[in-house]
């Protein structure tokens, strides 16, 4: 495995706990509001066993699993390294590719070894849809959850740039290790985020190089820095990541494998907040200042920092979406909302 680069040396740990059973693992993940590492909590996986084998074993391991289908994968140039991110012209610096799981991981195979092979990497997948019978081969035994979905991460080694996820994520590390080096959400500035319109995976990505990073160019990177926090986890190990901390991601082996589970906290008929930046973008931001001035008002007023000023001089049954919303309200407010977007 690579030695650290001189960034990581000298930033906080992730804090480590033990768990005893998946009800142990239950009660951390609901009390705890910070990032925390379990180590070896999926060690007994078949899926870490056989990457102890080489990668040649996991390959098989995984295609005896795979659907007979087009998986969507990045590939970069050869020679171009392990990073993902935007070339000088500020498009994708790899391409999107689709084959079946057997020609890529042949591809995988054939270069392996090799300085100057291009990344391939899976990425996000849905594991019962591309892999069914893989997540009851290898379990994890979480309790109910809002959306909880299962995706699988397969590649060669990738740097992926700081971002952060709504939803709350406990990664688990099958094959290879990996790097995180992670951020609360108040340092989102810090971070220097780049186009919400262009992105390698749907969400803005830290332009700051984190092998390289240019003080001069993201001088407030190092205030950044001071709140970070880093682990490396091995075969076996999870980490959990909080909704929008953000996390900046190394697969430092040639071949590795990560499997993570998501959920949300708020109800899954309330709307992506991230839609609505999109549309105060469209219908706020460029305004003059004294109209901006008057929306942030407005916004503070109804959205945070309601209060009983809001409503108690509207009377009872006359407070529409000012209410708390409810599955029916916010469907008549979506509705609305599409509407109104497409006049």
């Known amino acids: ?4 680069a001189d960034l990581f040396d000298g930033l906080r740990p992730v804090p480590e706990i033990t768990v005893a059973d998946c009800w142990a693992l239950d009660h951390a993940l609901a009390a705890s509001a910070e990032p925390f590492v379990v180590r070896g909590l999926v060690a007994d996986w078949p899926l870490v066993a056989e990457g102890g084998k080489g990668p040649a074993n996991t390959r098989a391991y995984l295609a005896g699993f795979a659907r007979d289908t087009d998986f969507t994968y990045a590939e970069g140039a050869p020679g171009a390294g392990a990073r993902i991110f935007y070339d000088d012209a500020m498009a994708m610096n790899h391409r ?19 300085a100057d092979a291009p990344l391939r990497y899976i990425a996000s997948t849905d594991v019962p849809r591309f892999f069914p019978g893989l997540a009851e081969a290898n379990p994890m035994p979480l309790g109910p959850r809002e959306g909880l979905a299962a995706t699988i991460w397969i590649g060669t080694a990738t740097r992926v740039a700081a971002h952060c996820d709504e939803p709350d994520n406990l990664v688990c590390t099958a094959v290879g290790h990996r790097r995180f080096t992670l951020f609360p959400p108040d340092q989102f500035a810090n971070l220097y985020p780049g186009p919400l319109d ?7 990505i830290s332009m700051v190089d984190f092998h390289a990073p240019d003080f001069v160019r993201f001088p407030k990177f190092r205030e950044a820095l001071r709140h970070a926090r880093t682990v490396v986890l091995a075969p076996g190990d999870a980490l959990r990541i909080p909704s929008l901390w953000w996390h900046h991601v190394e697969a430092l082996d040639g071949f590795n494998v990560m499997i993570n589970y998501w959920w949300r906290t708020r109800p899954a008929w309330l709307a992506e907040p991230n ?15 004294a109209d901006r001035a008057h929306w942030r008002q407005v916004f503070d007023h109804y959205v945070f920092a309601p209060g009983d000023g809001v409503t108690a001089h509207i009377p009872e049954g006359g407070r529409g979406i000012l ?4 599955p029916e309200t916010a469907g008549q407010l979506r509705a609305y909302l599409l509407r ?4």
């Open 275 to 289: 839609d609505a930046l999109l549309a105060a973008l469209l219908a706020i931001r460029d305004l003059p200042a």
């Open 340 to 343: 109104q977007l497409s006049r």
């Open 323 to 326: 209410d708390q919303l409810t």
């Open 96 to 114: 999107t590719r689709r084959a079946r799981i057997g020609a890529i991981f042949a591809a995988m195979a054939a270069d392996e070894g090799q």
């Open 1 to 4: 495995m690579p030695d650290p």
């Open 198 to 204: 262009n992105t390698p995976g749907g969400r803005a």
